[in-house]
């Protein structure tokens, strides 16, 4: 199975900025779509970035302008500017494709904590 570990998260002002990063590791043969996610306390997990084939992302409205979903391989980034204190939530990292011998995978992160805060 196909691992993903993040990293990244933390404190922060509002206002202000944080990168997360996504390391998959396993033997992947390759990767159709990766994306970010984010939960609140009582609140559904809700997608916030997705890309695929390394080109085509879309974006929750939500973070529309402030956050960029960005992948190299087999790490995945979301930049995350302007921070507000409505972001603070879980992140997850997800990503789906195939590994060797063609069988698909989908895989979750255990996710980091962002926490925007003054």
């Known amino acids: 199975q196909v691992q993903l570990v993040e990293s990244g998260g933390g404190l922060v002002q509002p206002g202000g900025s944080l990168r997360l990063s996504c390391v998959a590791s396993?033997?992947?043969?390759?990767?159709?779509?990766v994306g970010w996610y984010r939960q609140a306390p009582g609140e559904q997990r809700d997608r916030v970035a997705m890309l695929t084939r390394e080109t085509n992302a879309h974006y929750a409205d939500f973070v529309k302008g402030r956050f960029t979903i960005s992948r190299e391989n087999a790490k995945v980034y979301l930049q995350m500017n302007d921070l507000k204190p409505e972001d603070t939530a879980v992140y997850y990292c997800h990503a789906d494709g195939l590994i060797q011998g063609l069988s698909h995978f989908d895989s979750w992160g255990r996710g980091t904590q962002v926490t925007v805060s003054s």
């Open positions: 396993g033997n992947i043969d390759s990767i159709n779509t």
